[in-house]
């Protein structure tokens, strides 16, 4: 059987100490996690981030580097996960766009605030995300590649 991991990207921004986060309810419990999801079909890496970003907190989302690659493999599912985390800026927030669907806020918190209650984070890719991108974490977009499939075939 060939290993299919879900794709996924997250956005790190930070503002005076503080994290952009959303709290969403995840099989009837309300968690913390970045503004995060699927990459879809088509789409690149950053081209996801800004989206779910947009999608999840209302926020314009300016990527500027890539914070780290996670892979985690959850405990009760055994579902596993592939995680691009990017560190950038937040531009413009859009107070009328809605939420997704099972969004109920994006709140700004400290790493101390999250780390608190590691129960209430979605996954320990969170933490992780924002512990990185404190130790100073950064690597260039320029790593990332989409290639087009126009090449005539």
Excluded at 4 to 32: C, N, S, W
Excluded at 74 to 85: A, C, D
Aim: glycine share 6%; proline share 5%; with cysteine.
């Amino acid at each position: 059987m060939i290993w299919k991991p879900h794709v996924t990207v997250a956005a790190v921004a930070e503002q005076d100490g503080r994290f952009l986060i959303i709290e969403e309810d995840v099989d009837g419990r309300m968690v913390y996690n970045q503004p995060a999801g699927h990459l879809d079909a088509g789409e690149s890496l950053i081209e996801a981030v800004i989206r779910e970003t947009f999608e999840e907190a209302a926020w314009t989302f300016q990527p500027e580097a890539l914070v780290g690659i996670q892979q985690w493999r959850h405990p009760v599912n055994e579902e596993s996960y592939l995680r691009f985390s990017f560190s950038g800026v937040c531009l413009a927030h859009h107070p009328q766009q809605p939420l997704d669907t099972g969004i109920e806020q994006a709140i700004w918190l400290s790493r101390d605030e999250l780390a608190v209650n590691p129960g209430k984070l979605r996954s320990p890719m969170v933490l992780r995300s924002v512990d990185d991108y404190l130790e100073g974490r950064r690597y260039s977009l320029d790593i990332l590649e989409h290639i087009a499939s126009d090449f005539g075939l």
